[in-house]
């Protein structure tokens, strides 16, 4: 137990350590990326140009050699255009499927609300099943799978917001943000002569991925943090103002991207710091505020924090 | 984006709004409180609900100078004293803010309906309310133009602690200049069209207010004559009323090309006997004017009024009182069938040319200059109650020379004007001297049936004619006119009518009290004391709250025991050391870390593990 958990551990710590060397400033974002990862949730970043979304989804490809593929998502974009499409052959008169960009293993959405809904629910049967249905067949796409899409918050014209049930596929929103000055300096200066990527090597394979996803679910929730679960999540859906409280999808999601944490800091088991590190990240952009409250000040974060603050930790 | 706060606003702001509307000494104390708030370190440490309740605070003391100055009548409008003690009202906002540990205001002590949110956004109250004192400000209007300069001053200073950085200083100065001549402009033009605008105003609606030298009557004017039924007068008597009984306002001897005058009639200072009659009257008038025109019963003996020395009266009786209150109370005697017998005039005799040979055909048929003058009297009263019927619409306006001869001749229907002019002259033709009388005819109840109310449509105007050696009241308009005006009311006048009887009733009040200022502690005084003794009660209790989590017992108020024994005991240890208690979200080891006590971390993380490791 104590061997698969030093290795599960290590297999994050590089990691961590591996983005940290592409991406300064960025340890909690880092933290909550690999959180996901490992507990085989997927992520949306939303975050104005610029700030590292791609290079983050691109190192995490390469440090785990891992197929990546991106998608820059336009209104002109088609469901084929990402699962792919049946072509006849002419030697053998008979329909081949091609596979889409979907066929990978780390895909980056890049501004996935550009895209039509048709398009964007394209992705829905795949981040939740791990399987694309075209032309009644099924293909089970190879473990892992990781979607990393982007989204800017600030432009909203000529694109189509995410609807509730795409964004409860996602298991967290992270947000990557400005760095401070010093580090934006030496990130300039690093990227002088070469991007980081370039030097990029990769410090852990696919298998270790697999293993490290498979023991990151037999990490210890014990009852008590269960239920701290389910009453932060279930707070969530009482507080007035909040027209869309956090579905039961959320409290299971928080609580593999606990355990997911809880592993990166060294534990088998799940503490209530880890739930309480990661709950605004995994509930957020679930909660669904009505316009009064919206325009009287009321954020989804100040909700969650609020919420926090006041449900009492098991101890 | 938000306004920055530039240094001195606030002072500044102050002293401008104690300086114009004259509460430098109020001004001053505001100043000097916030100014100690900056050299005292203390602080109050207000929570979300202390904020409400200086809210609160303000939204009580504004109700109590609404109510205050709506109840006193002062020389200006309630609306402006309030505005002029506005930066007093919201001061309790002000203090809140600057002598809190948060230094911000959540807008929710503002506004009621973002009270239910956990974490409502906060505002710097300073510039709001330094804006305030200048609106404020603007209540003491001196006629000079120290309010305007002060104001683009004070615009001014703000705004440059917030210019554009990215704009050159000379685009940014003139378009600050461009705003100030243009802001000038509009106000100065805007005050030109407002006094235009009320001059052209008062033209139009005086035109049925009854001016002592001149009538315009509306003879000949408007198709269709339509009053209003706002309430002018009320009369309270002791006895019942020889119904309808007629109040005169004003007398008028002179007609030319449809209107009468009043022929060398200067107003003299006049002292009202004050002799008992046989009837006795009450009137209420409520016209806010600068002088009003007494309606008087004939037979007027004495009359009894708030009047000083004021009251003024011409040659024909009519009697005006300048520098009127809003509300008058004025009590006559009179008698009915006392006449007023002093002689006529050649001016109640005169007929203008056109007017004479218009009526002459008619005074021919009516054979008037042969006939006695009782005979006279009774032949044109017999003439008009045969063939004439009242009539408020009149179909389109007659060439208004044509108007007299139209209703004579052809329409044989009108309102009381007609009949009152065409009944002067033709007694005029019949060298009986006559004179055309306006004023108000008493006849409705009002609706608690306490009074006679006495309604803008109501207004009459009938004749004067001296026969006999006394001046007898002459009304031969059909008795039918006052339905008539009636008919026009909308269905919701009832309703219209008592609530216009409690605005009455208040207008009445708020003057009474005005005219008799109370001496000692005041009534609203009574109604401050016990909320004084209440809000100063929820603060003491509010105060206690607030030093409650400062009380060494640890026990108390912990939500939850923890089950495990030595973490117990760690945490005794910390509390026993002077340390607050951990929140109920908050986890043991980020209460270790708000303490800065991580050496007691790996005890922590045991006890983690024995938790939730399930070991």
Known sequence: MNEELQRARNTLQRLASNLGQVMKGQEVAIRHLLAAFASGGHILLEDVPGTGKTTLAKALALSCRADFQRVQFTPDLLPSDILGVSVLEPASREFRFMPGPIFCHILLADEINRASPRTQSALLEAMAESQVSIERRHYVLESPFFVVATQNPVEFHGTYPLPEAELDRFALRLSLGYVNEELEVSIISAQQLSHPLQSLQACVGLDDIRQLQSFVQTITVPEVIKRYIVSIVRATREVEGVRLGASPRAALTLMKCAQGLTLLDGFDFVTPDSIQEIAIPAIVHRLSLDHQARFGGLRPESVVEAILAKTPVPV | ?615
């Open chain 2, 1 to 615: 984006m938000e306004l920055k706060y530039p240094a001195l606003s606030l002072p500044l702001a102050l002293l401008f709004w104690g300086w114009q509307s004259e509460m430098l000494p109020l001004a001053a104390v505001i100043l000097i409180l916030a100014i100690l708030s900056l050299k005292t370190p203390w602080r109050w440490e207000m929570g979300m609900a202390e904020f409400h309740r200086v809210g609160d605070l303000a939204t009580v003391l504004f109700g109590f100078a609404i109510v205050y100055f709506y109840s006193t009548d002062g020389d200006t409008p309630p609306i402006y004293q309030i505005l002029r003690w506005l930066p007093v009202l919201s001061s309790p906002l002000l203090f809140g803010q600057i002598y809190s540990m948060g230094q911000l205001l959540p807008l929710s002590s503002l506004f009621y309906s973002m009270r239910r949110y956990a974490n409502p956004s906060k505002l710097d109250i300073r510039l709001p309310y330094a804006f305030l004192c200048i609106l404020s400000a603007g209540s003491g209007n001196p006629d000079d133009q120290s309010y305007y300069i002060g104001v683009t001053a004070f615009v001014l200073w703000v705004l440059w602690f917030n210019r554009p950085k990215r704009q050159p200083l000379i685009v940014w100065l003139l378009c600050f200049a461009l705003a100030v001549i243009l802001g000038y402009g509009i106000q100065t033009g805007h005050v030109k069209l407002q006094a235009e605008a009320e001059e052209w105003a008062a033209d139009w609606f005086t035109a049925w207010e009854p001016d002592p030298f001149k009538a315009r009557t509306a003879i000949g004017d408007r198709g269709n004559l339509k009053l209003s039924s706002r309430v002018l007068l009320k009369v309270y008597s002791d006895q019942p009323l020889h119904h309808p009984l007629l109040l005169k306002e004003a007398t008028y001897d002179r007609y030319s090309d449809q209107h009468w005058y009043v022929s060398n009639a200067l107003f003299l200072p006049y002292t009202p006997s004050q002799q008992n009659g046989p009837y006795q009257i009450t009137v209420l008038h409520l016209l806010a004017q600068h002088s009003v025109l007494l309606a008087m019963p004939s037979g007027m003996s004495g009359v009894d009024g708030p009047w000083q020395n004021d009251l003024l009266r011409n040659r024909l009786g009519t009697i005006k009182w300048m520098e009127t209150p809003p509300v008058t109370r004025y009590r006559v005697a009179y008698d009915p069938n006392v006449k007023d017998s002093t002689g006529p005039t050649t001016f109640d005799t005169q007929l203008p040319q056109e007017t004479s040979e218009m009526l002459a055909p008619l005074a021919r048929d009516l054979n008037l200059r042969r006939l006695q003058p009782e005979q006279a009297v009774a032949t044109i009263a017999d003439f008009f109650a045969t063939h004439f019927a009242y009539s408020l619409d009149l179909g389109k306006p007659r060439n208004s020379g044509e108007a007299l001869r139209d209703f004579l001749y052809r329409r044989h229907a009108g309102h009381c004007e007609y009949f009152a002019t065409a009944t002067t002259l033709l007694l005029r033709t019949a060298a009986i001297p006559a004179r055309y009388v306006v004023g108000y005819s008493v006849q409705e109840f009002d609706w608690d049936g306490k009074a006679y109310l006495v309604r803008k449509r109501h207004a009459h105007a009938w004749t004067e004619a001296y026969v006999n050696g006394a001046w007898q009241t002459l009304d031969n308009t059909p008795t039918r006119w006052a339905e008539e005006e009636a008919k026009a009311d909308p269905w919701w006048q009832p309703v219209a009518d008592v609530w216009s009887s409690w605005a009455i009733a208040i207008k009445v009040w708020r003057w009474e009290r005005g005219q008799h200022p109370q001496q000692g502690f005041p009534w609203w005084g009574w109604l401050m004391l016990p909320l004084g003794v209440w809000l100063g009660w929820r603060l003491y209790r509010s105060r206690k709250k607030v030093a409650n989590p400062l009380s060494t017992d640890p026990s108390s108020r912990l939500p939850d025991q923890p089950k495990d024994l030595e973490y117990s005991r760690l945490e005794q240890k910390i509390l026993a050391s002077g340390h607050p208690p951990r929140n109920p979200g908050e986890t043991p080891l980020r209460w270790l870390r708000r303490l800065g006590l991580e050496i007691h971390e790996q005890e922590v993380l045991e006890f983690y593990r024995r938790r939730y490791g399930g070991e």
